[in-house]
């Protein structure tokens, strides 16, 4: 069982809408969460970290944490079409665990 | 440096070659790490240097696969008689504490790897 979990997709969602890309993880002592964006070709880009449970927002993005559940989401609000990206989720402190990464498309 | 600088961009290798793959990282960053990414997957950790001790390199596939950070900073990941599957990118980041504690992780642009 992989240690980190996301959904492959593509997850497809219009200009202007909401993304939701989901991530679940299997070490209940993990501490530290992370969100990063790898265009194509690219190196990955940290967007997101969060810590503790509940909601942490930055700009368009709000990572959500629930340590109960072993579960951490990222928010796109407004997206756009240069949101269009692989969604890697990351586990642990300093030596992290990737999930695959979420594709995500975003539609003008 | 601006960022983490990794080279080759872009290596071929006949199966059996041995290939040296390098990374500097940021000016004064402490910790270094190594990870492979391979197509369609998350980047996998590899090993990780602080200064230059390797405090962990269980990543490490095989015994084909050797990294040294000699003088704390450059550092070399060297793979020998390399194998088709040993086709991937090779990421290399490095960090630094933050006044909040935290350590990000700031990679760079990462050297593909072909074993034909």
Redesign the interface.
Known sequence: QKEVEQNSGPLSVPEGAIASLNCTYSDRVSQSFFWYRQYSGKSPELIMSIYSNGDKEDGRFTAQLNKASQYVSLLIRDSQPSDSATYLCAVGFQKLVFGTGTRLLVSP | GAGVSQSPRYKVAKRGQDVALRCDPISGHV?L?W?QQAL??????LT?FQNEAQL?KSGLPSDRFFAERPEGSVSTLKIQRTQQEDSAVY?CAS?SPQEDG?????????TRLTVT
């Open positions: 910790s790490f990870y369609g997957q998350g980047p996998e950790f990780y962990d990421l960090s935290t350590s990000p992780l700031h990679f760079g642009n990462g």
